[in-house]
């Protein structure tokens, strides 16, 4: 077999595999997230903080996470809560957010998460998909979830929950259940490459990999147990999930938590608690340039590195972003919720890898197709890049359709971007393949937002495909085809999507048109649709400034 040592490209086989050496994965069958990270931890990180409040300050120690995950899970077992049964935790970031996760994980229970801007109708499609037998929640957020709804889990109040955790402490033994490497740990939602949002089932094996593999990574830098991340992004979604979950408990550096992003607050975080590594989103990075001169006011002189992922940052951003920040680093990274979080990542590369997206973490190996004949192409030839390896999802619940489109039989995830790995094994995303818009790094589903579109009375036929905007990435704009003489306008379609979804997915464009284009098969054709419609929409866009 003919192996490049620099590009990992194999030419016999057409793979191409990760340039790290590859840690040893536990091969225990008997292991769940939680008690692999619990027995991984060092005497020396047992007081440090594993996470700090960013507003109050209030932390919680390495060990105290210990002996607090043991409580809930107890606590979880005496509300009835079994191995395999669904605990869903509809809440934004906090401090125990991590501790919760570990809890449910402890007892044998799956986690699974919703963002707590759903609307109602979103959050009761995601109970009807996966029938949780408990969900926790916040005063807040209770009354979206109490009405309504048909035959009702147990629904408890965070808050309630740890104020009797917290200030009633008992000392329970260590919990006992068998947990298997294949057990369940956690359904997250994606839509993959097409149609609406999909329940991601993912194992305690893919966890305990994405664990191992960040540990193994980051530990390569100096001082990773002395790191100091702030998590501004959301835990209920798989980026914030692996790498606060998985990646800075296995290394037992220290996370701030902040529970809602505003840069204002991020930079406050940054200096006062001297964050080392800050993971964002391409529109933090956007943000931060064009603030640049209300940054100075703050001392950002501890970040070493801004890891950037969740959508593709254009090039003129980094660019301008490395101007004006100079001392920090900025770095991509790449993954998929299906993937259990990043499977590329810069670390290991020197120089200016900026527009990479970085090279395979260990045990990742990757597959550049050619999207017309199937065939695998060697480094700089560009076609879908698949990806297989130990943190790749078992595939959506209980659906067998959807998971044998996504993983063929040996394994391969297809991720639905358009890709090139150069000749020293960097990964370059090019384009997207898949049918997806990504608001603010959130996905969000054309298939979900057409089907609301349909059952408009005055609607004969739809699409919805990204529109460029600076400060969101990409924003979702309708194509309509109007019925008959239906003289519906733009404000109408947007509200009549409003109040039916969370307000990232909102309509935020329409553009008019004679009909949408479709293959032989019957399928829309978006390429041809976003090309058409940018240059409608600029035109209107012209004719109205005449
Ligand atoms: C911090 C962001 C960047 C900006 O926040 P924001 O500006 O406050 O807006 P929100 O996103 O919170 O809210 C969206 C909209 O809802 C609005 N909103 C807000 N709260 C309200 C309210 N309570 N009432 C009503 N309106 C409201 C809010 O104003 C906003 O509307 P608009 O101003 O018109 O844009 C936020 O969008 C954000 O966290 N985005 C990141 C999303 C994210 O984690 N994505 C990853 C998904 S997982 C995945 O796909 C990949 C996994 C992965 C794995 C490994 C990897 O390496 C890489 C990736």
């Known amino acids: 077999m003919e192996v490049s040592v620099e590009s990992g490209f194999c030419s016999s086989t057409g793979n191409y595999s990760s340039k790290w050496n590859s840690p040893v994965l536990p091969q225990t069958p008997h292991l769940s997230l939680p ?135 008992q000392h329970y033994p260590t ?44 530990e390569a830098e100096d001082g990773a147990f002395n790191d100091i991340y702030l998590c501004v992004l959301p835990l209920f979604h798989m980026f914030g999930l692996s790498l606060f979950v998985c990646g800075t408990l296995a290394i037992q550096s220290t996370t701030v938590v902040l529970n809602k992003y505003s840069l204002e607050d991020m930079l406050v975080s940054v200096e006062k608690y001297k964050v080392t590594r800050l993971p964002v989103v391409p529109p933090m990075v956007v943000q931060l340039v064009r603030l640049q001169d209300g940054v100075k006011g703050y001392d950002l002189s501890s970040v070493k590195e801004v890891m950037c992922s969740g959508a593709p940052l254009g090039r003129v951003h980094m660019e301008r972003f490395s101007k004006c920040y100079p001392q920090m680093r ?108 990504k608001y603010k790094a959130y996905q969000v589903a054309p298939a979900e937002l057409e089907e609301i579109l349909l059952a408009h009375p005055e609607i004969s036929e739809v699409a919805v495909i990204p529109y460029p905007d600076e400060g969101a990435g990409e924003i979702p704009m309708a194509c309509i085809v109007k019925k008959g003489i239906s003289e519906i306008e733009e404000e109408c379609i947007i509200s009549f999507v409003a109040n039916k979804v969370a307000p990232y997915k909102k309509i935020r464009k329409v553009v008019f048109v004679d009909s949408i284009p479709r293959s032989a098969s019957g399928k829309i054709l978006r390429r041809h649709l976003k090309a058409k419609a940018l240059t409608t929409h600029q035109q209107l866009q012209i004719s109205s400034k005449l």
């Open 175 to 218: 919990f006992n259940v068998i947990i298997n490497q294949d057990d369940i740990a956690a359904l997250m939602y994606s839509s993959g490459t097409t149609g609406k949002s999909k329940s991601v089932v993912c194992l305690h094996r893919n966890f305990i990999s994405m664990s191992c593999s960040l540990r193994h990574v980051w």
């Open 330 to 437: 900025l770095s991509q990274c790449y993954g998929l919720t299906e993937t259990c979080g990043p499977i590329t990542l810069c670390n290991g590369f020197s120089g200016m890898v900026h527009e990479s997206i970085g090279g395979l973490t260990p045990h990742i190996e990757a597959k550049i197709v050619d999207v017309r004949t199937g065939k695998p192409l060697p480094p700089l030839e560009c076609g879908e890049l698949y990806v297989r390896g130990p943190s790749v999802m078992k595939g959506y619940f209980k659906d067998p359709i959807a998971t044998s489109l996504a993983i063929d039989k040996e394994g391969w995830l297809q991720t639905g971007d358009l890709c090139f790995i150069d000749m020293l094994g960097l990964v370059y995303i090019v384009d997207r393949i898949k049918e997806l818009i």
């Open 35 to 169: 008690s692999f990270l619990f027995s991984q931890l060092s005497p020396d990180a047992l007081l440090k903080p594993a996470f700090i409040d960013a507003k109050s300050g209030k932390s919680i120690s390495y060990g105290e996470l210990r002996s607090l995950t043991n409580t809930v899970a107890h606590v979880l077992h005496s509300l009835g809560i079994k191995k395999g049964d669904v605990v869903l935790v509809v809440a934004p970031n906090f401090l125990h957010y991590p501790l919760l996760v570990l809890g449910v994980m402890s007892v044998g229970a799956i986690f699974s998460t919703a963002n707590p801007l759903h609307t109602r109708l979103e959050l009761q499609y995601q109970i009807q998909d996966t029938n949780p037998k408990l969900i926790l929640t916040t005063q807040t957020l209770k009354s979206k979830l109490d009405e309504g709804m048909g035959s009702r889990p147990l629904l408890i109040l965070l808050e309630e929950l740890m104020d009797s955790l917290l200030h009633n402490p």
